[in-house]
């Protein structure tokens, strides 16, 4: 039998593990001395209530790594085979602390998946149209598709990117006196989180990312995920702005875990979504 392991990254919620045919990996977040383990024992709201009103700004870390190897290691021990699809390893060390941790396991694969959150999930939604098939098999599904994963995303103040570390001070005020709001994504090659363009102003910045499902070639063959943080309303504008013809193809929304909105801070708003492959990539 497959068996398939996500991190909190991914955004999977816990009662959303059956649906998907996952278990999950917990980052974990330290807040004023305490720690948490994502979409555990914190949630969204008592979060957002250290974030915002407490002014709290977390510390993340790795999965616990005796806890995945207990895990993973009973199922192989009883002849499965494991996947495990990690957060992208350019914003996060979970890659290759799993790769090292199970390098003399043959019957576990760790996937760098490049990316985070509903790009996990669009990857796992691959995984299952195929769990008859060899590992070998879904492995290659997987990496193939792992570059034509986009994530479109704008939050809404720059301040958490700041303090996370993925953005510079300098940046950080320039931006806000300008009033520029930057359409991050992650890039397909290394993982990490680039500036995709700029917009000035909340409105404008809006159109550009529902632009960007036409513009990146968007493949109606696979879902859409729209994204938030803590208050959905700037993505109600997004969806009510973007094109009908690629409404039927979204998801319910997504409201992102903890370990990955404190980086985006509240009320960020995206999609994220498949492009349709390049000839060379048909060709592979």
């Keep these: 039998m497959l068996r398939v392991f996500v991190d909190s990254g991914s955004s999977i919620k816990q009662d959303e593990k059956e649906k998907y045919g996952v278990e ?11 720690e948490y383990e994502d979409g555990v ?11 915002i009103v407490d002014g709290i700004f977390p510390k993340t870390s790795l999965p616990s790594l005796g806890d995945a190897e207990l895990r993973v290691n009973a199922y192989t021990e009883a002849g499965d085979d494991v996947i495990i699809l990690t957060i992208s390893s350019g914003i996060s060390g979970t890659y290759n602390a799993l790769r090292t941790l199970f390098a003399d396991n043959k ?7 490049k990316t985070a959150v509903g790009g996990i999930r669009l990857l796992v939604d691959e995984v299952n149209k195929y769990r008859d098939r060899s590992v070998d098999f879904i492995e290659k599904k997987v990496t193939k598709l792992i570059p034509r994963i986009r994530v479109v995303a704008v939050p809404e103040t720059l301040e958490y990117l700041c303090k996370g570390g993925r953005l510079s001070l300098t940046a950080m005020v320039a ?9 991050i994504s992650l890039d397909s090659t290394s993982g990490k989180v680039k500036i995709m363009s700029k917009a000035i102003g909340l409105k404008r910045a809006m159109t550009a990312v529902a632009d960007s499902l036409r513009q990146l070639d968007c493949d109606e063959n696979y879902g859409i995920i729209p994204s938030y943080t803590f208050c959905k309303e700037n993505l109600d504008v997004l969806v009510s702005v973007t094109n009908d013809k690629y409404k039927p193809q979204m998801q319910a929304y997504d409201n992102l875990d903890p370990a990955i909105a404190c980086h985006w801070g509240p009320n960020a708003f995206g999609y994220i979504f498949v492009s349709k492959a390049t000839a060379k990539q048909l060709e592979q």
């Design 107 to 113: 019957k576990v694969r760790v996937i760098d998946t």
């Design 41 to 51: 024992d914190i949630s969204i709201e008592k979060f957002y209530q250290k974030l």
């Design 24 to 34: 999950i990996l917990p980052l974990k977040l330290n807040m004023g001395g305490i």
């Design 175 to 183: 931006g806000t006196i300008l009033k520029i709001k930057p359409l």
